[in-house]
């Protein structure tokens, strides 16, 4: 599946609960479905800058496609990385970077985050860019 079309599916699933009560709760189920990112990397290399919670992030080039792996100590957060890992993850570097970022509009997720917690989403999706250019880079030297 295209990013583009995992955001639509995402988008859709958010669109099925009638409050951010349910929906939240619906972050909290995908964040523990998280494909758990290996004790190895929680390290203060791979921790996310700039959001409120730790968040650890590892990234891996798996047959030309950047595969994350990550976990939160927060459940929320974790929720919230989930979301953008399904959206990322084993896909195409150029991919990753030439994607946009509205279905976190369109599913309403901004306006429900405190203001650190909006800068964390932030940072995780500059953080997940940032991988994906390195490995563009790696890829095309």
Not at 85 to 101: G, H, V, Y
Not at 119 to 127: A, P, R, T
Request: glycine residues 4%; contains cysteine.
């Amino acid at each position: 599946m295209t990013i583009e079309e995992i955001q639509n599916e995402i988008i859709d699933e958010f669109s099925m609960f009638e409050d951010w009560e349910e929906r939240y709760q619906y972050m909290i189920d995908l964040g523990k479905d998280l494909p758990l990112i290996d004790d190895q990397y929680k390290t203060e290399d791979h921790i996310i800058k700039g959001c409120q919670s730790k968040v650890w992030v590892h990234a891996e080039l798996k047959d030309d496609k950047v595969h994350f792996t990550a976990d939160s100590d927060a459940i929320i957060t974790k929720g919230i990385i989930a979301i953008l890992i399904r959206a990322f993850s084993d896909q195409k570097p150029e991919d990753i970077i030439n994607a946009n970022t509205d279905f976190i509009d369109d599913i309403g997720l901004k306006d429900h985050l405190s203001p650190t917690r909006a800068n964390g989403l932030v940072s995780m999706i500059k953080q997940l860019k940032m991988y994906a250019i390195a490995y563009n880079a790696q890829l095309n030297a």
